[in-house]
């Protein structure tokens, strides 16, 4: 059955980084496009990035680009999300998910990791 | 402010029927598959439709999706106390400058 296993959470300082991974198993990593998505305490789905199932394009939400990095490892089954520069307003639960088609869209994303959860504070 | 608009909250007895709303633009919902989700409290989101009608294995059929325009809509029949969730719209939207993902601000289904 596929799995999504989120790590790399935490509190972190304003300004700080991080890098979240995200273990995959059960299906084919390589065929697919892998998403990020958040979730602030007490609010909706924030869509964050999406890659590609060979990692040639990437796309980001306003918020967070230029800030974060999605990236993948095929050989690893393993997304990645480097965040730099980090906010009181990037605090929320991290999903990593899988996309129902190859390329860098939003058809559908058919599973869900339980999440990680990041908080950024002082 | 999400990009698509959803009503924050709908009610229904148990047993009946009700839609939710999802409105966007020719930018996103106009011109890119729908997709549904629901995120029961504490859990992770499941999809429930995706390319617009389209039902994953284990969704039952009291759950339909459609489309039209700009405008998308999500069907739930027969309603049971475990419905009770949170459904999101979420789309690809096509903009100018480069394309991104996504969702509504979510809608509250209460079975009363």
């Known amino acids: 059955q596929v799995q999504l296993v989120e790590s790399g959470g935490g509190v972190v300082q304003p300004g700080r980084s991080l890098r979240l991974s995200c273990a995959a198993s059960g299906f084919t990593f390589s065929s697919y496009g892998m998403h990020w998505v958040r979730q602030a305490p007490g609010k909706g789905l924030e869509w964050v990035a999406v890659i590609s199932y060979d990692g040639s394009n990437k796309y980001y939400a306003d918020s967070v680009k230029g800030r974060f990095t999605i990236s993948r490892d095929n050989s690893k089954n393993t997304l990645y999300l480097q965040m730099n520069s980090l906010r009181a307003e990037d605090t929320a639960v991290y999903y990593c998910a899988k996309g129902s088609h190859l390329v860098a869209t939003m058809r559908g994303i058919d599973y869900w990791g339980q999440g990680t959860l990041v908080t950024v504070s002082s | 402010q999400s990009v698509l608009t959803q009503p924050p909250s709908v009610s229904a007895a148990p047993g009946q029927k009700v839609t939710i709303s999802c409105s966007g633009s020719s930018s996103n919902i106009g011109n890119n598959y729908v997709s549904w989700y629901q995120q029961l409290p504490g859990t992770a989101p499941k999809l429930l439709i995706y390319?617009?009608?389209k039902r994953p294995s284990g969704i039952p059929d009291r759950f339909s999706g459609s489309k039209s325009g700009t405008s998308a809509t999500l069907g739930i029949t027969g309603l049971q106390t475990g419905d009770e969730a949170d459904y999101y719209c979420?789309?690809?939207?096509?903009?100018?400058?480069?394309?991104?993902?996504?969702f509504g601000g979510g809608t509250k289904l209460t079975v009363l």
């Open positions: 979420g789309t690809w939207d096509s903009s100018l400058s480069a394309g991104k993902g996504v």
């Open positions: 390319e617009n009608n």
